[in-house]
């Protein structure tokens, strides 16, 4: 059986400098999807198990196969080794309720921040080193949507609608609590960054836009205010 092998990364690629954010576009049609019952963790299995559209359950088994994959080129191990819990930033709200930001069960590798996002054929994911966290979100723009029914947004048309949603997303994958908590994005700058808060929470957050394949629009959002944002591809080109 085949099993996707880590990263053919260079060591300057798979090493984070600090401060710096690694966004990585991943086309999920181009995934090998060999050897995924190999790889996949029973939690991530017994997931798309429960996903009933052939195609949805397909990419998200090809989406947590670049993940492990990406993750695998900067720890240093097999894909299959890295194991996943998840982290609620405030337990006592939620009552230790089992969600929150994905992270590394302790091992014996580096301290790495990381977020996965998938809609339709594409999925990003981004890492970062300490202090993190990272969030990404990547949505499919479709050709009819109305934000004016979407409070978070707002009376934006079709792409910025998205662009800002994907922000708003982006911030509440980083938090960790999604949108249990109000998030409230500024307009983008000069170089498309845009400042967010969370209600009641003063942290500042930052959103860098992030290129996507046609027809898709993304955000990668940190609390690092001088964040480097590099992007790349994967699978690598034949």
Same mark, same amino acid.
């Given at each position: 059986?085949?099993?996707?092998?880590?990263?053919?990364?260079?060591?300057?690629?798979?090493?984070?400098?600090?401060?710096?954010?690694?966004v990585?576009?991943?086309?999920?049609?181009?995934?090998?999807?060999?050897?995924?019952?190999?790889?996949?963790?029973?939690?991530?299995?017994?997931?798309?198990?429960?996903?009933?559209?052939?195609?949805?359950?397909?990419?998200?088994?090809?989406?947590?196969?670049?993940?492990?994959?990406?993750?695998?080129?900067?720890?240093?191990?097999?894909?299959?080794?890295?194991?996943?819990?998840?982290?609620?930033?405030?337990?006592?709200?939620?009552? !230790? &309720?089992?969600? #929150?930001?994905?992270?590394? %069960?302790?091992? $014996?590798? *580096?301290?790495?921040?990381? =977020?996965l996002?998938?809609?339709?054929?594409?999925?990003?994911?981004?890492?970062?080193?300490?202090p993190?966290?990272?969030?990404?979100?990547?949505?499919?723009?479709?050709?009819?949507?109305?934000?004016?029914?979407?409070?978070?947004?707002?009376?934006?048309?079709?792409?910025?609608?998205?662009?800002m949603?994907?922000?708003?997303?982006?911030?509440?994958?980083?938090?960790?609590?999604?949108?249990?908590?109000?998030?409230?994005?500024?307009?983008?700058?000069?170089?498309?960054?845009?400042?967010?808060?969370?209600?009641?929470?003063?942290?500042?957050?930052?959103?860098?836009?992030? !290129? &996507?394949?046609? #027809?898709?629009v993304?955000? %990668?959002?940190? $609390?690092? *205010?001088?964040?480097?944002? =590099?992007?790349?591809?994967?699978?690598?080109?034949?």
């Amino acid at each position: 059986m085949h099993i996707p092998a880590p990263l053919s990364l260079s060591p300057a690629r798979a090493v984070l400098a600090p401060d710096e954010i690694h966004v990585w576009s991943v086309s999920l049609d181009r995934v090998p999807p060999d050897g995924a019952d190999a790889v996949l963790d029973l939690a991530e299995r017994a997931r798309a198990a429960r996903i009933r559209h052939p195609v949805a359950r397909s990419r998200y088994r090809r989406a947590h196969l670049a993940l492990r994959a990406v993750l695998a080129g900067y720890l240093g191990v097999p894909p299959d080794l890295p194991r996943f819990t998840r982290r609620c930033p405030e337990p006592e709200v939620c009552g !230790d &309720c089992g969600r #929150g930001r994905p992270v590394l %069960v302790d091992g $014996a590798w *580096p301290d790495l921040g990381f =977020s996965l996002s998938h809609s339709g054929a594409a999925a990003l994911v981004g890492v970062t080193g300490p202090p993190g966290p990272v969030g990404v979100d990547v949505e499919r723009v479709r050709p009819v949507f109305d934000w004016r029914r979407v409070p978070e947004v707002g009376k934006k048309d079709r792409i910025n609608g998205f662009r800002m949603w994907t922000a708003i997303e982006a911030v509440g994958k980083a938090a960790g609590t999604g949108l249990r908590t109000p998030v409230s994005v500024g307009d983008p700058g000069t170089d498309g960054l845009r400042r967010a808060h969370r209600s009641g929470d003063p942290v500042e957050w930052y959103v860098h836009p992030v !290129d &996507c394949p046609d #027809g898709y629009v993304g955000s %990668v959002a940190t $609390a690092m *205010p001088g964040a480097e944002v =590099s992007a790349f591809s994967w699978p690598p080109e034949d």
